[in-house]
């Protein structure tokens, strides 16, 4: 069985229940997952949280998936004070990816009109801030140049029902990238990948691929253990995992700007107001 983010929930229920809570109740998208793991943290408790019923749909909502190095250690098959040591010595071990037909992330496809951002639960973060937001999302880009796959988080904010702003700061792989891109007057293909594996979310914060631009998929695979399945894309030429739960698949505009901020930040004040590109999306897929 392949390795995906309801895999590693069913591990953490086995392993470290304690670090799994589900919430039956109805919540909102605005305010409410927050409110509950701000106060959490404020006790000192940092548990995963799915909120299995959101109110006006139908997707379930998963907070706080790594918020310490006893979930890191499940999602790596060991235990707490080898969490460093095992995560250095696997994203250097790099496993190529494995492309499939298909797989469960195309159970349910939208394409150009019916891909509609309204249907997913995006989360409405704090009082000030200017949108919804998805924080945890791995956007997925191909190189123009060379073909390798770069991982990154990034906050994406919500402008319309296929409009999504992308905030990267200077000096990203996926800035230069985009500059690639807008300088042959091309849009950059990219998918926003939600709910996965959190040897993902690990590989998209590597380094060891800043000097040689390699695949990052690479790095996950290696993270894993295991190669990563991967299925192209209905509309654009770019991979993503194929047991991933939400892909929403698309172009990062070339010269397109977007105003945007403030962001309730880690830091608990808000960030500035930023110019951002602007991500027109071509297809939503999902597990059913």
């Keep these: 069985m392949a390795k995906d ?12 229940p304690e670090e799994l809570r589900r919430v039956s109740r109805e919540v909102s998208h605005e305010y409410e997952p927050i409110a ?22 139908e997707f379930p909502v998963i907070v706080n998936l790594l918020t310490n190095r006893r979930k890191l250690a499940v999602a790596l098959d060991t235990t707490e004070d080898r969490v460093a040591e095992v995560l250095a ?34 989360i409405l973060h704090y009082e000030r801030n200017d949108a919804p937001y998805i924080t945890m999302g791995v956007l997925v ?12 988080l990034y906050r994406n904010k919500l402008i319309s029902r296929n409009r999504l702003g992308v905030y990267y700061s200077w000096g990203k792989r996926l800035q230069y990238m985009h500059l690639k891109a807008e300088a042959r007057n091309e849009p950059l ?27 990052e998929y690479e790095v996950a695979g ?5 190669a990563i399945e991967v299925v192209r894309c209905e509309t654009v030429d770019v991979d993503v995992p194929a047991h991933a739960e939400i892909v929403i698949e698309g172009r990062l ?11 309730g930040e880690y830091h608990r004040y808000y960030g500035q107001i930023v110019d951002a590109p602007e991500f027109e999306v071509t297809a939503i897929t999902h597990r059913s």
Excluded at 107 to 115: F, L, P, R, S, W
Excluded at 222 to 226: D, K, Y
């Design 222 to 226: 290696g993270i894993l253990g295991e």
């Design 5 to 16: 983010l309801r895999t590693y929930l069913k591990q953490l229920h086995d392993q470290a």
């Design 36 to 57: 509950l793991t701000t106060k959490m943290d404020r006790e000192g408790i940092f548990p995963a949280v799915l909120f299995e019923r959101v109110k006006g749909y």
């Design 89 to 122: 010595s696997r994203e250097v071990n790099r496993i190529p990816p494995r492309r499939v037909e298909t797989g469960p992330v195309k159970d349910v496809i939208y394409v150009g009109d019916e891909a509609d951002l309204g249907h997913l639960p995006i």
């Design 141 to 152: 880009a191909k190189d123009p140049e060379t073909g390798a796959f770069n991982l990154g």
């Design 189 to 215: 293909e990219c998918a926003l990948v939600i709910g996965m594996h959190p040897a993902l979310h690990m590989a998209s914060q590597s380094q060891i691929t800043r000097k040689d631009g390699s695949d």
């Design 253 to 263: 505009l070339p010269h397109v700007r977007q105003r945007e901020g403030p962001f």
